[in-house]
């Protein structure tokens, strides 16, 4: 861990501001990524491309006109070890400005995401999620609601321990089904408590969490940390 966190910033990470974003699920969502790894990559996808749009809008250019980059590691549990699939992300604080030759010239930084920001881009990932979902024939919607579909899924001899483990109940036992009593990690008192969120329909993205460019130990902590 610590080797491919150094490698991560003496070599993939330029002098650059670099931003963590933390994306979670529904609990409908966490039960399929878990059991269609193939799904979740697709949708990493999805999540890249909207990030990676707001920040070169943000920043004042084009797609055509701008580059920027990320590392993700996706996480499958959370801080209880309960199965919690949500991605990591690394991200740019800004983008590349394109020169006509392909090459990436100065880099345009760009300020920390506001909570207004982070709800609209929170709702554009969720959209666009329920509508990949939707042409996949895993996603329904009636005039109220969207919930995911028995079409393609496969029932599992795992799937009731993995139900349990995402809402946090006991899932064997004379005590199945009962919720499990946890501790909320309190931050550090480094960080704020007040830290930006966008909260959509069960999507949360969180991106409070920075280096600037010369905090490369910093840097090396995020890395470590995903």
Not at 32 to 41: C, T, V
Not at 118 to 146: K, M, P, W, Y
Not at 161 to 173: E, N
Request: hydrophobic fraction near 40%; charge should be positive.
């Amino acid at each position: 861990m610590a080797e491919s966190a150094a490698l991560l910033v003496d070599e993939v990470f330029p002098e650059q501001p670099v931003r963590q974003w933390v994306l979670s699920f529904p609990y409908p969502l966490r039960f399929l990524f878990a059991s269609r790894p193939a799904i979740m990559g697709q949708v990493l996808g999805i999540v890249y491309r909207a990030i990676a749009g707001h920040l070169i809008k943000k920043a004042g250019l084009t797609r055509k006109r701008a580059r920027t980059g990320a590392v993700t590691l996706i996480q499958r549990f959370g801080s209880a070890l309960n199965l919690n699939v949500h991605f990591h992300m690394l991200f740019l604080d800004g983008a590349y400005v394109v020169g006509a030759d392909g090459t990436l010239q100065r880099f345009r930084p760009v300020k920390a995401p506001t909570t207004a920001e982070l709800t609209e881009l929170t709702h554009t990932i969720a959209e666009r999620v329920g509508c990949f979902l939707q042409r996949q024939g895993l996603l329904e919607r009636d005039a109220e609601n969207s919930y995911l579909t028995g079409d393609g899924l496969e029932a599992g001899p795992m799937d009731q321990l993995i139900d349990h483990s995402i809402t946090y109940r006991i899932a064997v036992g004379p005590q199945a089904g009962r919720k499990v009593f946890t501790l909320q990690t309190l931050p550090d008192s480094g960080e704020a408590f007040d830290d930006p969120v966008g909260q959509v329909s069960g999507f949360s993205l969180h991106a409070g969490v920075a280096a600037k460019a010369r905090q490369r130990q910093k840097l090396e902590r995020l890395c470590r940390y995903i």
